[in-house]
């Protein structure tokens, strides 16, 4: 193996948390600009089925299973958990907080995958051991890092902020308390539902093994599931629809191709060669580049206690991913076991 194919993974999963980070800053600029989340996720995944689906009727044409009622069930209830539930969640609670804020929070996804996980016994832990010892303690470091994010400010910390920035000036570069414990909440409750989407996504892999076609399928039926919660949340009315060629439209575009088709993709590729973990070891990536891109693009407001919170979510999720690769070292489980990730990185 030459040196380009080692480093192509390292590119790969680079290239990826770039773009969530893009994500993040252009779908808080949308929703700072009054497009509804619940628009939003519709047309992220309508984007992302018109893109996908043709590729997936043509490249897995002779390898797609007969659909079945099971499987069909496993299908809506994904598209429910990670387009839905997940993805308004996120958005929601970026709307109370920040991008960096949102971006940071998600850390502590790994820690929730790993508790669901274990008790539904598709985790192995046995205390006495260290790697084991290691995940418990990180997964106990994201959750109380990221209530610090929440309850502690202390003193503003000035980067590459630009004073007198009109993203300052309209008053949504900061959050009270209030709002930050309400979009933590609202946040948290959204890994919850992409930690069981993960779970159920590698379960019904087994019986539905086409990772285009079940893409395909998410972004469909995410997008008719979307659109009755639109509909509803929004009291039908049709202005919310309305869309022009701006922020609101690049946001739809830019994540509908790039983090609901392309980057799953992406990460199965990477998967099958160097495993979950790998790619879960670069997710604080997202968080730095956000944090950065907001400090300059959007002039976001950064606080000693969100610092040290973000610090210790790092550490912690670095202990969790540590204590996995121990695992994978140490024994060989079964491929069912090895296709649950600890952590996927598309916000919503």
Request: hydrophobic share 55%; charged share 15%; aromatic share 10%.
């Amino acid at each position: 193996m030459n040196s380009f194919d080692r480093a192509k993974p390292f590119v790969a999963v680079i290239f990826l948390q770039t773009g969530f980070a893009g994500m993040d800053i252009l779908s808080k600029a949308a929703l700072n600009q009054g497009m509804s989340n619940y628009v939003l996720v519709v047309y992220r995944h309508a984007v992302a089925t018109v893109v996908i689906a043709p590729f997936a009727a043509i490249l897995d044409k002779k390898l797609r299973p007969k659909m079945t009622l099971s499987i069909f069930i496993k299908l809506v209830a994904l598209s429910l958990l990670e387009p839905v539930i997940d993805q308004n969640l996120y958005f929601l609670g970026m709307k109370y907080t920040t991008a960096t804020f949102a971006a940071a929070i998600v850390n502590v996804l790994p820690a929730i995958t790993f508790i669901i996980a274990w008790i539904v016994r598709l985790e192995k832990v046995k205390i006495g051991s260290l790697h084991s010892q290691a995940k418990l303690a990180g997964t106990i470091a994201t959750v109380a890092g990221a209530m610090l994010m929440t309850l502690m400010k202390g003193p503003l910390i000035e980067f590459f902020r630009i004073k007198g920035n009109a993203y300052h000036e309209n008053g949504t570069g900061g959050t009270d308390l209030h709002s930050s414990i309400k979009g933590a909440l609202m946040i948290t409750v959204g890994c919850f539902s992409w930690a069981c989407f993960m779970i159920l996504q590698a379960i019904t892999l087994k019986s539905y093994p086409v990772e285009l076609s079940l893409t395909a399928w998410i972004c469909l039926l995410g997008t008719i599931e979307g659109a009755v919660v639109a509909l509803v949340a929004e009291n039908g009315k049709p202005s919310v629809w309305a869309i022009n060629w701006d922020m609101k439209l690049l946001a739809a575009v830019y994540s509908g191709i790039f983090c609901s088709g392309l980057a799953y993709y992406i990460q199965g590729i990477v998967m099958k060669d160097r495993g979950p973990v790998f790619v879960t070891a670069f997710s604080p990536l997202c968080m730095v580049i956000v944090a950065v891109m907001s400090s300059i693009i959007w002039a976001e407001q950064m606080y000693l206690g969100r610092i040290l919170g973000a610090i210790i979510i790092v550490a912690g999720l670095y202990l969790v991913v540590w204590g996995k690769s121990k695992d994978y070292k140490t024994s060989s489980p079964p491929a069912d076991e090895q296709t649950i990730p600890v952590k996927q990185t598309t916000v919503a």
